[in-house]
């Protein structure tokens, strides 16, 4: 009895112990929630659902599911919204018997359907053949028999007529049947090879897997607002691009700033509030820290010199790798979600520091890939998200986010590595070195970092085409004109000059130019701050053509030297019935030696008086006049700009040319 009752008080401790340790609340909830608002970088998209949890009270679980094929499990993170409390985020992916995107989904069910079709068409096929293996049988029986019967003397021919029309007819109709049903055939096996192609298309890098967020929080009102879910995404990405439009007043061009955008995330983006922004996505909030730079005795400068030299490089060249290393590491600081890899201290001996980051898009060795990550998170190694915006410790039995702690003490430890490098290299180069390298400009910094939030609700499907949406719309004041380089073409081109009077910087990006209604060419939009001008190109003024001609070279030697006067004439004929403006360019070489002096002797026009163009271009031998070709000023009437220019030097070399520089 003793017995008994001990193993029912058991079996009662373990009944309420079970009720202790099941989870808190019901069920689960499981929702998808929106997607409401989409920042997108240059190659990845933070992406934010709005999730409500107006059915729920007290603690419990909510399952966001359907997240995208190409989420970045590390990324994700949730942000409790009024009445709302997150004690947990964390990743998981599970297997489906069904691809979890409805545009495949449907295309699943088409491919059934066209199956099913074919299938039955084959079958079709299969009673037509039954159908000519009777008649064939049918046949044989007739002709027996009608030999028998005719050696009898009792052919019943009436019999025989009607059973061989009967079998012609049969014929007839299976024929047709079969031309019918191989017509069926063909077109189904075409429509069912296009809705499979179609399919991989749309379903390309997608598993037939459930990637979905677990959120565990606690609703402490009633009507609560929700939670707010945010994750990025790889495969989304977006460049400028613009429409350049000039009226007939010649004042003013439209510009209308496009983004070109490529959304294949695997999710559509639905009505959603977008911003399209230039800066690197990242997690990071904390500077890299600054270590003490110690220093000692070692080889001579002149063995340093000699180092420099063996390996092919001068104070610039070093300096511009170390540099560029460390604007990629800098860069990319943080941004673990990708995937980094950082070269090893080791690795990067040597004046010019040879270990750059060994590829951005390989992940080192203590991350795993994102494969390796949904595999591990579906057997269980669950990703520690950040809830209520801050990255949680490690979870017993979890993966915690100790690979972007690692990351970031790498990148630290390299940019350190990097800026000791340029330090001694600065502390050993000698002064001749820096004069040499006088043309050296400032390395490009960190870059233009813009963002542009759209004003109206966008919608983006996940598909493989780019995808052109209109950023903002501005007439911008512009000065027109027209722009000829008979050293390099004979053709005139119009331009106009405009300034980015707009409260946007235009970033760099193709242009499409348009001319009143017609389209006169392609061209670029240079990164253009707020306030400055550029340049618009606006085709061939096909009524205008210019030429240059060396009419005259007077030589001789004047001590040592050889002294050449060259006479230039530059021409333009306008074919039009109007005078045009014209801005006539050409150049004089600049001297890359000091023993060669070059000098303007004369000139038909005084020069250009736009500062811009004094200030900036007359310094590298660049001319320009700004003349006033008259109307119908064509063969002998053509306007006619000489000038002369004297090279002087040693009389026992010649002139070389030396590299543009760009």
């Not at 609703?219 to 790889?234: F, P």
């Amino acid at each position: 009895m003793k017995h008994h009752l001990l193993a029912a008080s058991l079996v009662l401790m373990l009944a309420h112990s079970a009720v202790a340790m099941e989870p808190v609340g019901s069920e689960p909830m499981i929702i998808e929630g929106e997607v409401a608002a989409v920042t997108v970088y240059q190659g990845q998209a933070l992406v934010t659902r709005q999730v409500g949890l107006n059915e729920i009270s007290g603690l419990a679980e909510v399952v966001v599911t359907n997240l995208p094929e190409n989420v970045l499990p590390a990324s994700l993170y949730a942000e409790p919204l009024k009445g709302v409390e997150i004690r947990s985020v964390r990743y998981r992916v599970r297997p489906m018997e069904l691809d979890v995107r409805q545009e495949v989904r449907d295309l699943d069910a088409q491919i059934q359907e066209q199956t099913d079709e074919l299938a039955t068409a084959r079958r079709k096929q299969q009673l037509l053949n039954e159908r000519k293996q009777y008649l064939d049988k049918m046949e044989q029986f007739t002709t027996v028999t009608a030999d028998r019967e005719l050696k009898n003397g009792v052919l019943n021919a009436e019999t025989l007529v009607e059973l061989t029309d009967f079998n012609f007819t049969q014929r007839e109709e299976i024929a047709e049947g079969e031309l019918q049903v191989a017509r069926e055939m063909r077109e189904l096996e075409q429509q069912l090879n296009t809705l499979q192609r179609k399919r991989g298309m749309v379903a390309a890098g997608s598993a037939k897997t459930l990637r979905e967020a677990v959120v565990f929080v606690n609703v402490t009102e009633a009507n609560a607002a929700g939670i707010k879910l945010s994750y990025l995404v790889s495969n989304a990405t977006w460049s400028p691009s613009y429409n350049l439009r000039a009226t007939g007043e010649q004042d003013r061009v439209l510009l209308e700033y496009n983004a070109s955008i490529q959304q294949m995330s695997g999710e559509d983006w639905t009505d959603v509030e977008m911003t399209l922004s230039t800066a690197t996505p990242s997690l990071v909030a904390q500077a890299p820290s600054l270590d003490p730079l110690v220093v000692k005795l070692g080889r001579t400068q002149p063995e340093l010199v000699a180092q420099m030299a063996a390996s092919g490089k001068d104070y610039k060249a070093a300096r511009e790798e170390l540099e560029n290393q460390r604007k990629v590491v800098a860069d990319n600081r943080g941004n673990s979600f990708g995937g980094f890899a950082f070269g090893s201290s080791s690795s990067m001996g040597g004046m010019g520091g040879g270990g750059a980051a060994q590829g951005v898009n390989r992940a080192p060795a203590f991350m795993p890939s994102q494969e390796e990550a949904n595999q591990q998170a579906a057997a269980g190694d669950l990703f520690e998200a950040p809830a209520n915006g801050e990255f949680s410790g490690p979870a017993s039995g979890q993966v915690s986010n100790r690979w972007d702690i690692r990351d970031r003490e790498m990148a630290d430890r390299f940019l350190n590595d990097v800026a000791q490098k340029m330090q001694i290299l600065d502390y050993n180069t000698a002064r001749i070195e820096l004069k040499k390298s006088d043309d050296l400009k400032q390395i490009e910094g960190e870059g233009v970092s813009v963002s542009y939030r759209l004003a109206s609700k966008m919608t983006l499907p996940s598909r493989s085409d780019r995808q052109l949406i209109q950023i903002s719309s501005h007439p911008l004041a512009a000065k027109f004109y027209r722009l000829a380089i008979p050293v390099l073409t004979s053709s005139i081109y119009e331009e106009a000059r405009a300034t980015n009077d707009s409260n946007q910087v235009l970033l760099a990006g193709p242009a499409s130019t348009f001319l009143g209604d017609e389209f006169v060419g392609r061209g670029e939009v240079p990164t253009v701050s707020i306030g400055e001008s550029f340049s618009i190109g606006l085709g061939i003024d096909s009524s205008l053509r210019t030429s240059r001609e060396l009419v005259d070279k007077v030589e001789r030697i004047q001590g040592g030297n050889r002294v050449v006067d060259f006479t230039y004439e530059l021409s333009i004929e306008n074919f039009g019935s109007e005078p045009a403006q014209v801005r006539l360019m050409d150049r004089m070489p600049t001297a890359g030696e000091a023993d060669i002096k070059i000098t303007l002797v004369s000139s038909d026009q005084s020069m250009s008086e736009d500062r811009d163009f004094r200030e900036n271009d007359m310094e590298n031998g660049m001319l320009r006049w700004d003349v006033e070709v008259p109307a119908n000023a064509t063969g002998v009437d053509r306007y006619v700009m000489k000038y002369t220019m004297q090279i002087e030097y040693d009389k026992q070399l010649s002139i070389v040319g030396l590299p543009a520089k760009r």
